[in-house]
C-alpha cells in the first residue's frame, strides 16, 4: 500500500457505527448467515435475535484502522468545523449552572424548550405547522425508527422501503421480524406507477403493509432526492391503501445550493411520521433525534419510546438547546453545505479522472454519499478486501437492501475526507474495480 502519493493520508480515524454495521450486514449476506453457535444459553435466544447480524468485520473495523488507509466508508459530519472551545465553554456552564437538572432523570417526551427549538428547525425545512405537543424526542432517528417498527408491525407485516436504504433501518425492521419489501427506483427515486402496482401486488398476495420508510433527501447510500412532483402523489397513494409514511430526513438542510425540496409532512400532517436529527447537522456523539408523529398516534409512539428510553439525556439537550439559541447554527449549516459540496465536486472529479469505462455513479445535490454502479454479475463484496490492500475502504452495496444475493454497487462517503484525500482515495480504488471487470469479462469469453 502506498501510503505517501498523498501528505494528507495520515492515521484513520475509527469507523463509526453506521459504517461498522454496514459492512458486518455485507459479510453476513454475502456469507448467507451466520455460524450456529454451541452455548446452552443459545437456547434461550428468542426467534428474533437470529434476525440480528453481526460478523467479523465489526472486530476489525471496531480497531482503529492503520496508518495510510483512506476511507470512503463512513458517513461521519465534520465536526471539525464546529467551534469548540466556545462550546466546551456552553457545557462546563450548564454544568455549573443546571448541573442538577442536567445530570437529574428528565421527562420522557423531552425538554419543551427543546421541542419548541425543533420546531423552529423543522420550519427551516418546510414545515411550518409542528406542534411541540407532537414531538418525542429520541436516541437519534435510529430509535424513532425501532419505535415505528415496534408500534405498528407484528411479525410479518410489511414495511416498504427504498432499494438501497439506510442499513441501520433494515436492521431495525428485520429483528422485528418484519418482512422488508425493496422499491426499485430511478435517479429521482421511487416511481408512484412502480408504488401503486407493488402494493397491488402484495395486497393480492394477503400480504398486511403497514410502513413506507423514505429517506427522500440525498439516500443513504444512494444520494438520490425524491423528484418534487413525485412526493404528493407517493403520500397519496400510500394513503388510499392505509400505509403510514415514515420520513428520515436527516440531511435535508445540507442541500448544497440551500433551495430544499417540501418534505412529505408538509402538507400531510395526519398521513407522515417524520423523523429528525442532530446527528448530521451538529454532532452524531449526543445522540439527539426526534419524531413529529400525527397527533392521533403521538400517545402510543411516545410510551413506547419512554418504555426504552425512560428519557433523553437532560444534558445532551440542554447543550443543543444552548447551541440553537445562542450559537449562528443556520450559518454552520451554511458552512456545511459549503464543504460537504466542495468534497462531493472533489470526488465526483476524481471519479470522471480515473474509474475504467462501464462504471457509473449517482450525483447527489447534498448530503454525504455517492453510489457506484458497476457491470452486472460483478460482487463488491470481495472487492472490499482487495481495496482494503490498495490502501482504500469502501461499503460494499450489499449492506444496503433486503434482497438476498451479490450486489454490483457500492458506497463511497465525502463528507470527512479532505478532497486531496478523496482524490487519492480514488486512484487507489480504479485499479480494484478494473481488475474486477477485466476479469469479469474474460470469464464471459
Not at 472551545?85 to 445530570?103: F, K, N, P, V, Y
Not at 422485528?176 to 430511478?186: F, I, W
Request: hydrophobic fraction near 45%.
Amino acid at each position: 500500500m502506498n501510503t505517501s502519493a498523498s501528505g494528507a493520508v495520515g492515521a484513520a480515524e475509527i469507523l463509526p457505527e453506521e459504517a461498522i454495521d454496514a459492512l458486518s450486514r455485507a459479510e453476513a449476506t454475502h456469507a448467507a448467515g451466520n455460524a450456529p453457535g454451541s452455548h446452552r444459553h443459545d437456547a434461550l435466544l428468542s426467534l428474533r435475535a437470529a434476525n440480528i447480524k453481526q460478523s467479523a468485520v465489526r472486530d476489525v473495523f471496531e480497531i482503529s484502522m492503520q496508518p495510510g488507509l483512506v476511507s470512503l466508508a463512513g458517513g461521519n459530519p465534520y465536526l471539525q468545523s464546529l467551534p469548540l472551545e466556545r462550546l466546551a465553554q456552553t457545557a462546563a456552564s450548564i454544568m455549573a449552572d443546571h448541573g442538577l437538572e442536567a445530570l437529574q432523570y428528565g421527562g420522557g417526551q423531552g425538554t419543551l424548550e427543546l421541542r419548541e427549538q425543533i420546531c423552529e428547525v423543522m420550519a427551516a425545512e418546510g414545515i411550518l405547522d409542528a406542534d411541540p405537543e407532537n414531538v418525542v424526542v429520541t436516541a437519534g432517528s435510529q430509535s424513532a425508527q425501532d419505535v415505528a417498527a415496534k408500534v405498528f408491525c407484528n411479525p410479518g407485516d410489511v414495511i416498504l422501503v427504498e432499494d438501497p436504504t439506510y442499513v441501520g433501518a433494515l436492521n431495525t425492521f428485520e429483528v422485528y421480524e418484519v418482512d422488508v419489501q425493496p422499491l426499485a427506483g430511478d435517479d429521482h427515486g421511487i416511481i408512484p406507477s412502480q408504488l401503486r402496482e407493488r402494493i397491488a401486488a402484495l395486497q393480492a398476495e394477503g400480504k398486511t403493509i403497514k410502513l413506507l420508510y423514505t429517506i427522500p433527501n440525498f439516500n443513504n447510500p444512494s444520494g438520490v432526492t425524491l423528484a418534487p412532483g413525485r412526493r404528493q402523489e407517493i403520500v397519496d397513494i400510500c394513503r388510499e391503501a392505509n400505509i403510514l409514511v415514515m420520513e428520515d430526513n436527516p440531511y435535508g438542510l445540507l442541500k448544497f445550493d440551500g433551495v430544499l425540496p417540501q418534505p412529505l409532512r408538509a402538507d400531510n400532517p395526519d398521513d407522515v411520521l417524520y423523523l429528525g436529527s442532530f446527528s448530521k447537522i451538529f454532532a452524531p456523539g449526543l445522540r439527539i433525534g426526534w419524531a413529529l408523529v400525527p397527533a392521533h398516534l403521538k400517545q402510543r409512539f411516545y410510551l413506547a419510546s419512554e418504555a426504552v428510553t425512560l428519557c433523553p439525556p437532560t444534558f445532551n439537550q440542554l447543550l443543543i438547546s444552548s447551541y440553537l439559541a445562542n450559537y449562528d447554527w443556520q450559518g454552520q449549516i451554511r458552512t456545511y453545505r459549503a464543504l460537504y459540496e466542495e468534497r462531493c465536486k472533489a470526488l465526483l472529479a476524481a471519479l470522471e479522472e480515473f474509474m475504467p469505462a462501464g462504471v457509473s455513479w449517482t450525483r447527489p445535490e447534498g448530503g454525504f454519499f455517492i453510489w457506484l454502479t458497476l457491470p452486472a454479475g460483478i460482487d463488491s463484496y470481495p472487492l472490499l478486501h482487495q481495496g482494503i490492500d490498495a490502501g482504500v475502504v469502501f461499503v460494499p452495496g450489499a449492506a444496503f437492501t433486503g434482497a438476498t444475493g451479490p450486489s454490483n454497487k457500492l458506497r463511497l462517503a465525502f463528507s470527512a475526507v479532505p478532497p486531496e484525500v478523496l482524490r487519492e482515495g480514488v486512484k487507489r480504488l480504479a485499479p480494484v474495480l478494473a481488475g474486477a471487470m477485466a476479469a469479469h469479462s474474460g470469464a464471459r469469453t
